[in-house]
């Protein structure tokens, strides 16, 4: 920006150095918010899983300042889904915590929250052949991902 600060003195010129800038921080606010991916390697956050036995997983999704709770919530169960597929199952089942599971109470809903003012969200999730009450379909919600990363390939075209 230095550089035209030099060169840039007219009006027009004053313009273009202020499109060029407001273009240069929508990159960067862009490109800082998380997507969807594993938080392996990742310091803006991502997906994670823990097996809490044979029978149930925790997917946890931890996103940063520019993402925001819906996001978060979305993406945790496009991971579920996607965990539903390696296991071969058509269907999932969520539950908010482990009292629920024990219970046979499933939900349709996610523990959300945040960790200082990033979202993040939680569910035990448990894959399962049957569509029984409140199961989601994992090829529905991988349909959902798929028009979802088309959606984020457009935007970047």
């Known amino acids: 920006m230095i550089l035209l600060n030099n060169f840039i003195t007219t009006q027009e010129g004053i313009q273009l150095k202020q499109l060029i800038m407001a273009g240069a921080v929508a990159m960067l606010v862009s490109a800082c918010a998380t997507g969807y991916g594993s938080s392996a390697f990742s310091y803006t956050g991502g997906y994670y899983e823990v097996k809490v036995n044979d029978k149930l997983t925790k997917v946890i999704f931890a996103g940063n300042g520019f ?91």
Do not use: W
């Not at 058509?90 to 960790?115: C, N, Q, R, W």
């Not at 993040?120 to 529905?140: G, Y």
């Open 67 to 157: 993402l925001e709770q819906k996001q978060a919530e979305k993406y945790t169960l496009f991971r579920c889904a996607e965990l539903a597929k390696q296991a071969g199952k058509p269907y999932f089942v969520m539950y908010k915590d482990l009292a629920a599971a024990a219970a046979g109470v499933s939900s349709t809903e996610l523990s959300s929250g945040s960790i200082g003012s990033k979202p993040a969200t939680s569910v035990l999730v448990r894959f399962t052949d049957i569509a029984e009450q409140n199961a989601k379909s994992t090829e529905e919600v991988l349909s959902e991902l798929a028009a979802h990363r088309q959606a984020s390939k457009n935007k970047k075209s």
